[in-house]
């Protein structure tokens, strides 16, 4: 549909009258006539009953001026987006953050894009690998951080940190008198660990590392890792945790050991479709992680 002729129709909607509205569009009132005339013969019906003293608006042009204004105010500021985000003065950014990530690596860079780019709008989420995914894949959001790896998604993923996987135990605990522990002495306690529907790459990721030779006993399933610390915490069992988020969270009742070699690790990657069509801010975005050093465990 034209969006001039719906411009006009909406300002003749407005006037009711064609010489006022053909006055304020700076056009012949003629010329505005003919528009309107086309508009109808788009929709198929008409908009307006003409008479001596002015129009008024049909039933079916009520609605067109109602779905007009809104239609018009969309257009405009989504034209007004582009050219701000083509002439790299501002745009969106629309970004999720992994719930297992938060702090640490991730709060620098995100400080470091907003000193760097004041003018673009950062709007951020935080949600799970697998869901942050599904929302990408729909166009919902520009990227995502997440836990690799990611099987099968299309995407691109660009590395942003290595961190390395402690085991929490209850501060009572045999294993808490220990400096590190051994995958054989774990090989049988109680697990506590999240959905693996949360992140199936990361989950598999935990098993092969540390329970190698079968899987853990998974006793108790929580949605994030305060919940999750605060099981272990109670007695319930031993949970693995990357050690940025189990150090920063620091619930009472819990002790955090190493794994003896080899290190377990995670990693945090940002996630994104394909770059050809990137916006203007995501692309700023990803040169400033191209400048990270190479991800590596402490």
Not at 32 to 59: F, H, N, W, Y
Not at 135 to 157: H, K, N, T, W, Y
């Amino acid at each position: 549909m034209d969006l001039r002729r719906l411009r006009y129709f909406l300002v003749l909607a407005e006037e009711l009258n064609f010489t006022r509205a053909a006055h304020r569009l700076h056009i012949a009132q003629p010329a505005l006539s003919q528009q309107i005339k086309a508009l109808e013969r788009d929709i198929g019906a008409p908009l307006l009953e003409r008479g001596s003293r002015g129009c008024r608006l049909t039933v079916v042009g009520e609605v067109v001026a109602r779905e007009a204004g809104e239609l018009l105010a969309h257009a405009d500021a989504s034209q007004e987006r582009i050219r701000a985000a083509v002439g790299g003065r501002q745009g969106q950014l629309r970004l999720a953050l992994t719930r297992s990530a938060r702090g640490g690596p991730v709060d620098a860079l995100l400080g470091a894009f907003r000193t760097l780019h004041p003018d673009v709008d950062l709007v951020v989420r935080t949600g799970w690998t697998a869901h942050n995914i599904t929302e990408l894949l729909a166009g919902r959001l520009d990227a995502a951080f997440v836990r690799p790896p990611l099987d099968g998604e299309g995407l691109e993923c660009r590395h942003i940190a290595r961190e390395e996987l402690l085991v929490a135990v209850p501060a009572d605990h045999p294993l808490a008198r220990e400096r590190r522990v051994t995958r054989g002495r774990i090989a049988t306690e109680p697990v506590i660990l999240w959905p693996r529907e949360n992140a199936p790459g990361m989950h598999d990721l935990i098993t092969r590392q540390l329970w190698p030779d079968g899987g853990p006993r998974i006793v108790r399933e929580e949605p994030d890792d305060e919940q999750l610390l605060l099981s272990v915490a109670s007695g319930t069992g031993i949970a693995p945790v990357p050690e940025g988020r189990a150090r920063a969270l620091r619930i009472p009742g819990v002790r955090l050991r190493h794994v003896t070699a080899p290190m377990p690790t995670v990693d945090l990657a940002l996630a994104h479709r394909p770059p050809g069509g990137a916006t203007p801010a995501l692309r700023r975005l990803l040169s400033l992680v191209d400048t990270l050093p190479p991800p590596s465990a402490d």
